[in-house]
């Protein structure tokens, strides 16, 4: 008895330190002084659910979690705030969070973009979606866009508020450009095209700064087609001289044509330039 009463002092300081909804892992609980036979016990009471092998979570209160897939929310919130991985949501699914995608996705929930370094039992979760993780090489060590963001990330699949936790995230000048990196198909130009036509609201020396430092000749080149062919405001007032265009032309879309100023094969409706000629 005195054991068992000793077990539970030492538990409470643990469970404070996990929000309902947290994953945890095998490591991190070890790390707080939970041995094996303690793990097996608090998942045995439900103190603690086992989502896979290794990997935990913390109850939510009743009536409230109406599903056994985790949400990808309660992964990266898990990651950055609690086990202490350097992490960040990016690229569309950041301007997704600062509702700036407009874009109607058909046939299923478009994937969610993590940037930075994840357990490996990431993949193995029964995810509400795809999470699907990039190393950060566009910006290399450079962190300028890196944001908290407050919006309201702690729902479940009825709408109900869970918990409301700062997420760290892209800013809208650092996610298009991570954006951009990723585009492959028309079908995905047509959908960052969408996208371009919500960022009235830039800020162009964030822009310049981050365009300076990007490490990819496609991703710069690709932001000023798109840019261009919108013409916001924020447009006039970025540093094109403080950016490398590089030289040569870039393939990129299976039977597109070239760009006539920025050299870089794009679908045929986005080679417009100012003049209205194309090629």
């Not at 009463?5 to 994953?23: A, E, Q």
């Not at 690709?222 to 919108?230: G, I, R, T, Y």
């Not at 950016?243 to 050299?263: K, M, N, T």
Request: hydrophobic letters at 40%; glycine letters at 8%; a positive charge.
């Amino acid at each position: 008895m005195a054991n068992s009463h000793l077990r539970t002092k030492r538990l409470k300081p643990v469970l404070d330190k996990v929000p309902p909804g947290f994953l945890v892992d095998t490591a991190w609980l070890r790390a707080q002084g939970v041995d094996p036979k303690s793990i097996h016990r608090y998942v045995s009471r439900g103190w603690l659910e086992r989502v896979i092998r290794g990997v935990y979570r913390r109850p939510l209160p009743m009536g409230i979690q109406d599903s056994t897939l985790v949400s990808w929310e309660s992964v990266i919130l898990s990651l950055q705030r609690l086990l202490g991985h350097d992490v960040h949501l990016g690229g569309e699914s950041a301007l997704d969070l600062a509702g700036l995608n407009h874009y109607l996705y058909f046939g299923g929930r478009p994937q969610v973009h993590f940037y930075g370094s994840v357990p490996i039992w990431v993949s193995r979760l029964p995810l509400r979606t795809n999470i699907q993780v990039h190393r950060r090489t566009l910006f290399g060590d450079y962190r300028v866009g890196i944001d908290e963001s407050d919006h309201d990330v702690g729902r479940n699949e009825r709408g109900v508020s869970v918990w409301h936790w700062p997420i760290v995230a892209s800013c809208p000048e650092r996610a298009i450009l991570e954006a951009l990196d990723v585009i492959r198909t028309a079908a995905d130009f047509e959908r960052l095209d969408s996208v371009f036509n919500a960022l009235t609201t830039l800020r162009p020396n964030l822009l310049t700064m981050l365009l300076a430092s990007c490490q990819s000749v496609k991703v710069r080149r690709l932001f000023f087609v798109f840019a261009e062919k919108h013409s916001h405001a924020w447009m006039n007032y970025l540093d094109k001289s403080r950016i490398d265009f590089g030289s040569g032309p870039r393939a990129l879309v299976e039977g597109g044509r070239i760009h006539p100023v920025y050299r870089i094969y794009v679908p045929p409706e986005f080679v417009v330039v100012e003049s209205g000629l194309t090629e």
